[in-house]
């Protein structure tokens, strides 16, 4: 039995009929960048996941972007994150000219160590960007905590987690701003680039949307050096469609995370841990094993694919080597990236292909 990481082709063979339809419509009237397809994915984005507003951008890299400028960051500023992600998480901290500071993650949720951020705050930090990791929620109070008292703007880094909750409160409306993906491998994703950014303040929001198109409140007026991030009308058409659908999808996914918790069992195996406080959508499935490059050889014998995500954390890239980070510097993140493989979950899989996955994993022998 062959058990792919990932498989984007099923999920688009159930909506295909829809979607074209969609597509149609757009290619006939027209709206082309943002427009109404855009406008009503933004309104169901926001009923759907219980957004007061939401802007549509073309990536979750450009929401990152707008959201450290919201935030002030500039040149001389300090802004805490995690290293245990994707790279475009600490980008807009870079392209404001404001430092990343990585410090460690927690070793049960692999998402920013609310402990490892009391220890970094200096009078120069200005903010917190963190991650809501494979679909985890980080643990927020904890966080905004730390955040009233130094005066913090906390950016939610939502691309792995859509739908995701913490204590009940959607991700990304907790902190100050929330930023969303919507390429085409994350949960909800679009036929190409899209993204979304959300706030709980209405300034902050206004100021984002000012930015996302040119800084242009009116037309050929321009009240500040903005950007073009607006989201395609095609991407909308599409992802009001798949909106629909991704309830469904989360609830799929979360079945078959219980199914590999429930049958993988080996002592050498670290699952991921459950939280009380929150509820993940399980962007992926992560374990630990002190032998994970030879358990990636197994698997793939088997017929399964896994992904090593991530190999190399953000502190140790070239692109940051003048941070000036040392090897051991940042203990959990390195050892959970050397221990770390994904496991395949799409809500495609199907029970028998999730019990293969789960009898090739226990069978792993090594000496
Ligand atoms: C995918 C991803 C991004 C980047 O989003 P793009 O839409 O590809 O720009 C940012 N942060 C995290 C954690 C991601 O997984």
């Not at 242009?216 to 073009?228: A, C, D, I, L, M």
């Amino acid at each position: 039995m062959k058990v792919p990481f990932l498989d984007l082709k099923p999920q688009h063979q159930t909506i295909r009929a829809e979607v074209l339809a969609a597509l149609a419509e757009t290619y006939d009237h027209t709206r082309f960048c943002l427009g109404r397809d855009v406008e009503d994915f933004e309104k169901a984005f926001s009923a759907a996941l219980g957004h007061t507003r939401t802007l549509g951008m073309n990536s979750g890299t450009s929401s990152l972007h707008i959201a450290s400028i919201c935030g002030g960051f500039g040149p001389g500023d300090e802004v805490i994150t995690t290293p245990f992600t994707f790279a475009s998480s600490c980008w807009g901290i870079s392209y404001v000219g404001a430092k990343p500071v990585f410090v460690d993650i927690d070793p049960d949720t692999w998402c920013l160590s609310p402990e490892a951020i009391a220890r970094a705050i200096t009078p120069k930090t200005k903010g917190v960007v963190l991650v809501h990791l494979f679909g985890q929620p980080a643990r927020m109070d904890e966080i905004m905590a730390l955040a009233k008292q130094h005066n913090l703007f906390v950016i939610e880094d939502c691309a792995q987690a859509v739908g995701a909750t913490y204590k009940g409160a959607p991700v990304g409306s907790i902190g100050d701003c929330g930023t969303f993906s919507f390429y085409p491998t994350k949960n909800l994703g679009a036929c190409g680039e899209g993204g979304a950014f959300v706030s709980k303040h209405a300034a902050v929001m206004d100021k984002a949307q000012l930015l996302r198109v040119h800084g242009s409140p009116k037309r050929y007026q321009h009240t500040e050096v903005g950007f073009n991030f607006r989201m395609d009308g095609f991407q909308g058409a599409v992802l009001g469609i798949k909106l629909r659908n991704l309830a469904k999808w989360t609830a799929r996914r979360r079945a078959i995370a219980a199914r590999y918790r429930a049958g993988i069992k080996r002592p050498d195996v670290q699952l991921p841990v459950m939280l009380a406080y929150g509820e993940s959508v399980w962007h992926q499935f992560t374990l630990l094993h002190p032998k994970r490059d030879a358990l990636r050889v197994h698997l793939e014998k088997a017929g399964v694919g896994t992904e090593i995500i991530y190999p190399g954390p953000m502190h140790q890239q070239l692109c940051y080597a003048a941070l000036g980070y040392r090897p051991g510097s940042l203990p959990v993140t390195e050892s959970t990236s050397a221990r770390c493989v994904s496991l395949p979950i799409f809500p495609e899989l199907t029970d028998a292909q999730v019990d293969h996955v789960i009898k090739a994993v226990n069978a792993f022998k090594f000496p």
